[in-house]
């Protein structure tokens, strides 16, 4: 079979390796879609600061079963499905507390292991999940996304009734405005640099959708919740600017939640924050939960995933993909990689 390996930031090699096996309780799929995100893209860079060379790639897949090692039950050949790309100890105090998202030895399939960039694929039953059948494998493959942005949203607790506020209308962004709202948020304010971005999250949803190059972000919190304005911030942009925003313009008392990765030391106004009486939350990736409920909003048509797929590649024109994002930033949402280009 054919795998994808960088061996050094935008350098990548096609390798032919045998089929994986699979061992007991392991299964054995046909990787069929991959999507491309943010963190690959810093691998492709040089810029990830937890990933070294060479590595296979790929953490976002839709997949159909093919046969499964000894002790594995509950799945049948050519059923769709998508996989955990989680590898924990199971021994730590998260792990063993059910917060296997935060173990301490925590690695992920495509980063500090090996990913999916390859036609077949071995993984633990215990990290495959099943998919629907009339789920698409394009959509399959945005499920792990989709998956993070369940949890962020989950963070706050009960958003039924809630306004929210989103910093940062990228994939992450508009997927969350979308959760929020499919868990009970009452009206999303989404907001962004980007008037393609923004179209997205309005057309999928979000109630308003600010460019804040033109608009003040207090100001627009204001125009769209009133004087109380959010009961929560969720900044998906990760950088000083969005977050000194969150914490100057949070209703006082109130809660924001960190969800975009920060890629350097924030230098942010922690007098404020602390003088407001914010809670400053994270979230970090997901749980299982996170993914099965992901697949309910999608089988319910809660989520809308089709209007962010930008562009597809096949398999062989992985370098191209990454140059396409590059030139392409204010309007790619997810690319995919077709590593089977014959289904959807």
Do not use: W
């Not at 390798?15 to 299964?27: A, D, K, L, S, T």
């Amino acid at each position: 079979m054919i795998q994808q390996v960088m061996t050094a930031p935008k350098t990548i090699e096609y390798r032919n390796v045998p089929v994986p096996e699979p061992g007991e309780n392991q299964v054995l799929v046909k990787v069929m879609k991959l999507g491309v995100c943010g963190s690959d893209i810093h691998v492709y860079h040089g810029t990830h600061p937890f990933t070294s060379y060479p590595v296979t790639q790929g953490h976002e897949m839709s997949a159909k079963v093919v046969t499964c090692g000894t002790g594995v039950t509950g799945f049948t050949e050519g059923q769709k499905v998508t996989i955990e790309p989680q590898v924990y100890c199971g021994a730590c105090y998260p792990c063993l507390h059910g917060k296997y998202n935060l173990c301490e030895e925590l690695k992920v399939m495509g980063f500090q292991t090996t990913g999916a960039a390859s036609e077949y694929f071995v993984a633990d039953a215990s990290k495959v999940t099943p998919l629907p059948d009339h789920m698409t494998f394009n959509e399959g493959a945005m499920i792990e996304p989709l998956a993070v942005t369940v949890h962020a949203a989950k963070r706050f607790g009960d958003l039924h009734g809630k306004d929210v506020a989103i910093l940062g209308a990228g994939t992450i962004g508009n997927l969350l405005a979308q959760s929020v709202k499919a868990l009970g948020a009452s009206r999303v304010l989404i907001t962004d640099v980007s008037d393609y971005r923004l179209g997205l999250a309005k057309m999928a949803g979000a109630d308003f959708a600010v460019n804040t190059q033109h608009k003040d972000f207090g100001e627009a919190m204001t125009e769209s919740f009133g004087p109380d304005k959010a009961d929560v911030i969720y900044d998906c942009a990760g950088n000083d600017i969005t977050m000194g925003q969150a914490i100057k313009y949070a209703r006082k008392g109130s809660i924001i939640i960190l969800v975009a990765v920060f890629g350097k030391m924030a230098n942010v106004d922690l007098a404020v924050l602390n003088d407001h009486e914010l809670d400053l939350n994270t979230t970090m990736m997901y749980r299982h939960e996170d993914y099965t409920e992901a697949i309910r909003l999608v089988g319910e048509g809660k989520i809308q995933l089709k209007p962010l797929m930008s562009q597809h590649f096949s398999f062989d024109r992985y370098l191209e993909a990454y140059e396409y994002i590059d030139r392409n930033r204010e309007t790619t949402m997810k690319v995919l990689i077709d590593i089977d280009p014959s289904e959807e």
